[in-house]
Nanobody
Framework: VQLMESGPGLAKPSQTLSLTCTVN??????????WSWIRQPAGKELEWVGYLAFSDSTYSTPSLKRRAVITRDTAKNQFTLQLNATTPEDTAVYYCAAYRVGEATFDTWGQGTQVTVSS
C-alpha cells in the first residue's frame, strides 16, 4: 500500500482547507483499513484528526468540533480531508495513513504535507 498527500500548503484563517490522499496498491473500498488523517504541529505530538471506515462511517476528534469532514472518491481511489473554519492552530504537517482494522496499527503513512494557516 502506498499513500500520497496533495493539496495547498497555505490557507488563510476562516478558509476551508482540502487535502487529498491518493491510495495505490489496495482498493479504497477495502474493509481492511480505516483511512486516516493525522497531523503534527511543530513541537507537539501527533493528533489523529479522523478516519473513514469501509462502511462510510466517519470519526473525527472531538477537539475539532466537527470541522473535519472525510470523504472518499472510489473511482479515483482517493480520500479527502476537508477542514472548515481554519485557524492558525491548524498549522501542522498533515499525514494520511492506513489503519489496519483489528491490529491497532498504522500499516502505511504518506510522506506528509506542511499546511500553514496564516493571514
Amino acid at each position: 500500500v502506498q499513500l500520497m498527500e496533495s493539496g495547498p500548503g497555505l490557507a488563510k484563517p476562516s478558509q476551508t482547507l482540502s487535502l487529498t490522499c491518493t491510495v495505490n496498491g489496495v482498493p479504497i473500498a477495502s474493509n481492511r483499513y480505516y483511512w486516516s488523517w493525522i497531523r503534527q504541529p511543530a513541537g507537539k505530538e501527533l493528533e489523529w484528526v479522523g478516519y473513514l471506515a469501509f462502511s462510510d462511517s466517519t470519526y473525527s476528534t472531538p477537539s475539532l468540533k466537527r470541522r473535519a469532514v472525510i470523504t472518499r472518491d472510489t473511482a479515483k481511489n482517493q480520500f479527502t480531508l476537508q477542514l472548515n473554519a481554519t485557524t492558525p492552530e491548524d498549522t501542522a504537517v498533515y499525514y494520511c495513513a492506513a489503519y489496519r482494522v483489528g491490529e491497532a496499527t498504522f500499516d502505511t503513512w504518506g510522506q506528509g504535507t506542511q499546511v500553514t494557516v496564516s493571514s
